[in-house]
């Protein structure tokens, strides 16, 4: 049980890590969360900061659900738990700490970046196909939220197809995670939902005074 204690607050505070709020800070000295969507992401940072730093932040936040999840046996090895419930544990931590950070008044990001770096160390086979959906939606589009939307919603989906076709074999813990996380995503980007259906909602591209 203390094992499981352990990777439960690693994976929280290693995904509470807010790296676009640092960058924001540092390389500006503006508060994302008071800037464009107020979202503690990669696309806000991209829209305020550049590319180059957008991509440190995206890189940060894989990492920060990657890390916790791949290393969460090493982490609690004397635990009696299977390596993948404490994987998975991990996981859905590090994507709860990146949208509630405790460091920044439990606001955050909606999640895409650091369940991908989850999902990179649970089922990378899975991630690909997620990723593909996500590309294919953004580049007609170029509106990162109905692009992270369709990937999240196809993630449960392909987890399940690709199990179910015998090219993955998943537990089916993966298939509840990815359920979970799918829905805590989805319900994140309810403003920019309610953008969208106003028509409102931008599409990609550097902030302009």
């Known amino acids: 049980?203390?094992?499981?204690?352990?990777?439960?607050?690693?994976?929280?505070?290693?995904?509470?890590?807010?790296?676009?709020?640092?960058?924001?800070?540092?390389?500006?000295?503006?508060?994302?969360?008071?800037?464009?969507?107020?979202?503690?992401?990669?696309?806000?940072?991209?829209?305020?900061?550049?590319?180059?730093?957008?991509?440190?932040?995206?890189?940060?936040?894989?990492?920060?659900?990657?890390?916790?999840?791949?290393?969460?046996?090493?982490?609690?090895?004397?635990?009696?738990?299977?390596?993948?419930?404490?994987?998975?544990?991990a996981g859905f931590f590090a994507v709860i700490g990146h949208m509630f950070s405790v460091f920044v008044g439990f606001r955050g990001g909606k999640g895409i970046a650091t369940t991908a770096g989850a999902f990179l160390a649970l089922a990378p086979l899975a991630?690909?196909?997620?990723?593909a959906v996500w590309a294919l939606v953004l580049l007609p589009t170029r509106i990162v939220s109905v692009a992270s939307i369709s990937a999240a919603g196809a993630l449960p989906v392909v987890v399940f197809v690709l199990d179910l076709l015998g090219y993955a074999s998943y537990h089916w813990s993966l298939l509840a995670l990815s359920v979970a996380i799918a829905v805590a995503v989805i319900v994140k980007h309810r403003s920019n939902i309610q953008r969208l259906m106003a028509g409102q909602e931008p599409a990609l591209g550097r902030h302009k005074e």
């Open 1 to 89: 049980m203390v094992g499981l204690v352990i990777v439960i607050l690693v994976g929280y505070f290693a995904g509470a890590i807010p790296f676009s709020y640092i960058a924001g800070k540092v390389c500006a000295g503006i508060d994302l969360r008071e800037q464009g969507s107020g979202n503690l992401g990669a696309s806000n940072t991209f829209r305020y900061l550049g590319p180059w730093i957008a991509m440190l932040v995206l890189a940060g936040d894989v990492a920060k659900g990657f890390v916790p999840a791949y290393f969460a046996p090493d982490l609690a090895a004397t635990s009696e738990l299977p390596g993948h419930w404490l994987m998975l544990a």
């Open 127 to 131: 991630l690909l196909w997620a990723f």
